[in-house]
Nanobody, 120 residues
Framework: QVQLVESGGGLVQAGGSLRLSCAAS????????MGWFRQAPGKEREFVSA????????HYADSVKGRFTISRDNAKRTVYLQMNSLKPEDTAVYYC?????????????WGQGTQVTVSS
């Protein structure tokens, strides 16, 4: 069982930056691939980024490539999403997810989400 708690969301102007954090409970954190998803009002939840258990492999949605960076600190059981050059279309609730795979796969555990609002 893994519990995930996101933090770091907020209101930022277009062009600004935010760093999201996801703290995980459980002893097997380093065994899970971790990811970020987001859901904007009236839209489906979409994949944003993922990172392998070791941090050696990362994946990004085309819409955030070059602007967002995912990283993890297994000692702190935390995964991060650094978001730069934010755009109004990045406004969404951002969810942290954990998959029981080494690289990335179907998430099994989800956090509650943190709101990111980007004003124009």
């Amino acid at each position: 069982q893994v519990q995930l708690v996101e933090s770091g969301g907020g209101l930022v102007q277009a062009g600004g930056s935010l760093r999201l954090s996801c703290a995980a409970s459980g002893r097997r954190f380093s065994s899970y691939a971790m990811g970020w998803f987001r859901q904007a009002p009236g839209k489906e939840r979409e994949f944003v980024s993922a990172i392998s258990w070791s941090g050696g492999s990362t994946h990004y949605a085309d819409s955030v490539k070059g602007r967002f960076t995912i990283s993890r600190d297994n000692a702190k059981r935390t995964v991060y999403l650094q978001m730069n050059s934010l755009k109004p279309e990045d406004t969404a609730v951002y969810y942290c997810a954990a998959a029981e795979t080494t690289d990335w796969g179907t998430p099994r555990y989800w956090g509650q989400g943190t709101q990111v609002t980007v004003s124009s």
